[in-house]
């Protein structure tokens, strides 16, 4: 208790002198002066997860002014060439044409976007003449002018298709749960979903309104997930 006592004594004194003790004459700061040293502004990379021996997720992380994000891109690659679902940002379309031919020199031969959001068509220039561009049908016009020069698969209602040993099946979901142009693709002999913005895994979902998407739609198309799931699907969302 006396050491106690003590210490609280010794502390005050400190605290009364303090202020007289540690007086000094302080000059004016010039703000042409200051130099501000601003963090470096990370460089965004892709990080790979590996699916399959020939299907693997591309991950992103985009930061802006509002929020930060992952971006997943499903890339199937293997001799026939390269097959991505989504395509990224704009602004990474280079870096990721690079990162995929890292991954397979082959060419890049076909996109299928889930829906029509900008982050998840930016990089649908990278195909050329030869190349095929899949889409709901609904978002036609969006898609038609994200890439004028390839061959394009409007999708109506369902579209199968084999590339790379894998058969690839595109449901065209007619009800907007998330935007305008939803559309789930699937991986039958691997047992992988793509669902887009459908689903996030950080997050609650975004029903895109000003497109015409709603609540009640969004829960119809869970159901339609659901059909296509057991035990061992894996489902790549497109964030998270």
Do not use: W
């Not at 109506?156 to 298709?161: G, P, S, V």
Request: with cysteine; glycine share 6%.
């Amino acid at each position: 208790m006396c050491l106690t006592k003590t210490f609280l004594r010794l502390l005050l004194i400190f605290l009364i002198i303090m202020p007289f003790g540690c007086k000094h004459k302080s000059n004016p700061v010039n703000s042409d002066d200051v130099e501000i040293i601003k963090p470096p502004i990370p460089v965004p990379t892709f990080t790979i997860t590996e699916l399959t021996n020939n299907m693997i997720v591309l991950s992103e992380r985009i930061s802006n002014s509002v929020n930060s994000f992952q971006v997943n891109l499903l890339l199937l690659y293997g001799d026939q060439g390269n097959l991505i679902i989504d395509s990224g940002v704009p602004s990474r379309s280079e870096k990721l044409n690079n990162k995929i031919e890292s991954i397979n020199s082959k060419d890049l031969k076909c996109i299928i976007n889930t829906h029509d959001h900008g982050e998840h068509i930016g990089g649908n220039s990278l195909l050329t003449n030869h190349d095929t561009l899949i889409f709901n049908s609904d978002g036609y016009y969006y898609f038609r002018n994200s890439n004028t020069n390839c061959e394009i698969i409007p999708i109506i209602d369902n579209y199968k298709f084999r590339f790379n040993n894998e058969d690839i099946i595109c449901y065209n979901l007619l009800e907007d749960g998330h935007s305008d142009c939803d559309m789930l693709i699937y991986f039958p002999n691997s047992n992988i979903l793509c669902v887009g913005d459908l689903y996030f895994s950080e997050s609650f979902p975004y029903v895109d309104v000003d497109k015409g998407a709603k609540v009640d739609f969004l829960i119809n198309n869970y159901e339609i997930i659901q059909s296509f799931l057991n035990n061992d699907t894996m489902i790549i969302p497109g964030h998270g």
